[in-house]
């Protein structure tokens, strides 16, 4: 079975398991809008592995998930403004010809804070105008939030399949 075959049965997997005492993970898209900028520092550090499977997102989960969905993805090197409306710093990447603003929060409460004041139509605080150029589909799973501006439809669900399959599960105990 390819790598593409297994995530795509993962994801399906994910997707029909209802009736978990878990929020849904959730996605929304938008349409265009402004520049602007926001607030606080992306946390994805590991207890001596380089990548923890703690059931929570890290940057690194999220690249290596990314990597296997088909996407390739670099880093953006250099500040990223902080965004309005989000706790934490984000941290940035080139997909493509996309561009995805990745919010990584301590725990899955940080983030349901954030998202309870944004209007997840223009990924913003309820009544300020929008801080982001062009299409957007903003997608978050567990302490996991991202905004991925594309004008691909195929590009956002690829990236929205990849993300609501969820964070990696943390390692059984031994």
Request: aromatic share 6%.
């Amino acid at each position: 079975m390819t790598h593409r075959t297994y995530l795509l049965l993962c994801m399906s997997v994910a997707a029909c398991r209802g009736g978990s005492s878990r929020p849904a993970d959730s996605v929304f898209t938008g349409g265009h809008d402004t520049l602007g900028t926001s607030s606080s520092t992306v946390a994805a550090s590991a207890k001596g592995s380089p990548c923890p499977r703690t059931g929570l997102w890290a940057l690194c989960s999220l690249e290596k998930r990314l990597s296997q969905a088909g996407f390739v993805v670099r880093p953006v090197t250099g500040p990223t403004p902080r965004r309005a409306g989000f706790g934490v710093a984000p941290a940035a990447y080139i997909l493509g010809h996309a561009r995805l603003e990745v919010f990584v929060y301590p725990d899955e409460v940080a983030l349901s804070k954030d998202i309870a004041g944004l209007d997840t139509l223009t990924v913003s605080p309820r009544g300020k105008l929008g801080a982001w150029i062009g299409a957007r589909t903003f997608v978050h799973s567990a302490n996991l939030a991202v905004v991925f501006l594309t004008d691909s439809p195929v590009q956002a669900e690829r990236l929205t399949l990849a993300i609501t399959a969820g964070a990696p599960q943390p390692n059984p105990p031994h």
